[in-house]
C-alpha cells in the first residue's frame, strides 16, 4: 500500500473551497449545503475506491470497503467536517483525508483492511452552540430532549435540520454505537498547539484529553445616566464583568500549567454610549488535565463572580451548561500505535495530551481510543492562517495504516 500525499493535499485544497465565506476561509456548518457537499465529494471518492457508505439516525457517515462485512471488527478512524465560522483547511478535515487515502490506497494494492472511516455531524458546536452532536448521539448520551432543545442560527433544532441530511430522530436511540463491531477507534487531528512545531516534532502519540467546565453567567446592575451618576453611587454591570474578565484569567496559573479559562462570548445591555450597563451575560470555557482541577477550578470561578458582584452591588448567576471529564487514553491503542510507528521509521515517537476537546473523548469510555496528532505551525487554528506539513499528515496516514494492517491491540 502507497499513500499518496500529492492526492491527500488535493483533498484538502478541494474541501476548503465548499464554503459559505470565499475567500474568507472554511464556513461550513452542519447540516448546510455546503456541509453536505464536503460530505459527498468524501463519499464519492470513497466508492469509486471499491467502498460503501451508509448514513446512521444521528448523521455520521461511516464508509467500508464493501468487501468487508459490516458487522465485522473494524479499526474505526475519523473526525469532522463542519467548521467554525472562517476557520482553517486543516481541522478535523484531516482526520477524515488520511483514513480516506488509506482506504484509496488499499483498494489500489487490491487489499481488503479492517478500516471503517465516519465523518461525525457537528463537531465544533458553533451550529448548534454544543459540539460533538454526532459522537454524543451515537454514543447515546444525549437525549431526543437534549437534541430538540439545541437550535441554529435559522433557531431549528439538529433533529429538524438534519432531515435533509439523513437524520431519523425516531431512530437515534435504537442504532447506538455496538462496540463489538469495533477493535478500537484512533483519531488523527492537527495539533491545534505551538509545541510540537516549535520543537520540530512532525506527529505525536496522543495518551490523555483535557476535560471542559463550560459557564452560562449573567452580571446584573442598574442602568442609570452616564453624565449625572457619580462614580460611587454606580452598579455598573459592564465594570463587574470587566473585573471578573481579569480575574479569571489570573486563575489558571494558580492552578497548572495545562489549565486555561476564556471568556468566548459576551453581550452588554443597554449597551447605549451614554447608559450605565445593567446587564452583562457571558461565556467561559475552562479545561485542565485532572478532574480535581476542574472541580477545584469550577468552584473558585463561582466564587470569584460571586465574591466580585457582591463587592460591586450587583447580582450574579451562573450557570454550568457542560461538564466533560478529562479522559485516559488507551493504554493497548496507545502501545499499538507505539509499536507500528517503529514501522514506519518514527523510532522515537513523541506523546502528548490534547487540550481540545474531539469526538475521540466521547467514544474512549465506550471503545479503546487514541489519538495521533500532526504539527501545526505555530499553534494557529480556527483561522484561515492554520498550516500543517502535508508530508507529514501522509506520515500519520502511514502511521494509521500501520496499525490497521499489524491486527488487534494486544
Known amino acids: 500500500m502507497k499513500i499518496d500525499a500529492a492526492r491527500i493535499a488535493a483533498d484538502l485544497d478541494l474541501i476548503a473551497g465548499i464554503t459559505e465565506t470565499p475567500g474568507g476561509g472554511s464556513s461550513r456548518p452542519t447540516f448546510t449545503p455546503q456541509w453536505a457537499f464536503a460530505r459527498d465529494y468524501v463519499i464519492g471518492q470513497a466508492k469509486t475506491a471499491g467502498c460503501d457508505a451508509i448514513i446512521d439516525p444521528a448523521g455520521n457517515v461511516h464508509i467500508r470497503q464493501n468487501a468487508f462485512g459490516w458487522t465485522d471488527p473494524a479499526w474505526l478512524s475519523g473526525s469532522h467536517i463542519d467548521s467554525v465560522p472562517h476557520g482553517g483547511k486543516f481541522d478535523g478535515v484531516t482526520g477524515i483525508v488520511v483514513p480516506l487515502e488509506i482506504l484509496r490506497a488499499a483498494h489500489e494494492a487490491k487489499r481488503t483492511i479492517p478500516l471503517e472511516l465516519i465523518i461525525f455531524a457537528e463537531e465544533e458546536g458553533t451550529t448548534f452552540n454544543l459540539g460533538m452532536l454526532g459522537s454524543r448521539a451515537w454514543a447515546g448520551t444525549l437525549t431526543m430532549s437534549d437534541l430538540a432543545k439545541l437550535k441554529n442560527r435559522d433557531g431549528v433544532s439538529p433533529l429538524d435540520a438534519g432531515r435533509a441530511?439523513?437524520?431519523?430522530?425516531?431512530?437515534?436511540?435504537?442504532?447506538?454505537?455496538?462496540?463489538?463491531?469495533?477493535?478500537?477507534?484512533?483519531?488523527?487531528h492537527v495539533e491545534q498547539g505551538p509545541a510540537m512545531w516549535e520543537q520540530n516534532i512532525p506527529i505525536s502519540i496522543v495518551t490523555a484529553i483535557n476535560g471542559r467546565r463550560q459557564f452560562a453567567c449573567t452580571i446584573r446592575g442598574v442602568a442609570n445616566h452616564a453624565g449625572s451618576t457619580p462614580m460611587n453611587y454606580r452598579q455598573d454591570a459592564l465594570v463587574g464583568f470587566?473585573?471578573?474578565?481579569?480575574?479569571?484569567?489570573?486563575?489558571?496559573?494558580?492552578?497548572?500549567?495545562?489549565?486555561?479559562?476564556?471568556?468566548?462570548?459576551?453581550?452588554?445591555?443597554?449597551?447605549?454610549?451614554?447608559?450605565?450597563?445593567?446587564?452583562?451575560?457571558?461565556?467561559?470555557?475552562f479545561r485542565s488535565s485532572t478532574n480535581d482541577i476542574l472541580d477545584r477550578g469550577a468552584a473558585e470561578i463561582e466564587q470569584t463572580i460571586k465574591s466580585i458582584a457582591a463587592k460591586r452591588k450587583l447580582t450574579a448567576d451562573i450557570k454550568q451548561t457542560e461538564a466533560l471529564p478529562?479522559?485516559?487514553?488507551?493504554?493497548?491503542?496507545?502501545?499499538?500505535?507505539?509499536?507500528?510507528?517503529?514501522?514506519?521509521?518514527?523510532d522515537n515517537v513523541s506523546e502528548t495530551s490534547s487540550g481540545a476537546l474531539h469526538d475521540a473523548a466521547i467514544l474512549a469510555p465506550l471503545l479503546p481510543t487514541a489519538?495521533?496528532?500532526?504539527?501545526?505551525?505555530?499553534?494557529?487554528?480556527?483561522?484561515?492562517?492554520?498550516?500543517?506539513?502535508?508530508?507529514?499528515?501522509?506520515?500519520?496516514?502511514?502511521?494509521?495504516?500501520?496499525v490497521v494492517q499489524r491486527g488487534d491491540v494486544a
Open 165 to 188: 441530511y439523513g437524520v431519523l430522530a425516531d431512530q437515534i436511540a435504537t442504532h447506538k454505537l455496538d462496540p463489538t463491531q469495533y477493535k478500537g477507534l484512533i483519531e488523527v
Open 242 to 285: 470587566g473585573e471578573i474578565a481579569v480575574a479569571l484569567e489570573a486563575l489558571p496559573k494558580t492552578l497548572s500549567p495545562s489549565t486555561v479559562c476564556t471568556i468566548g462570548q459576551v453581550f452588554n445591555k443597554p449597551n447605549a454610549i451614554n447608559v450605565i450597563a445593567d446587564e452583562s451575560t457571558f461565556t467561559i470555557d
Open 326 to 346: 478529562a479522559v485516559a487514553l488507551d493504554e493497548g491503542v496507545i502501545n499499538a500505535l507505539r509499536r507500528a510507528a517503529k514501522h514506519v521509521g518514527l
Open 371 to 402: 489519538m495521533v496528532f500532526v504539527a501545526s505551525k505555530d499553534g494557529i487554528s480556527h483561522n484561515p492562517g492554520e498550516y500543517s506539513r502535508i508530508e507529514d499528515i501522509a506520515k500519520a496516514a502511514e502511521l494509521l495504516a500501520a
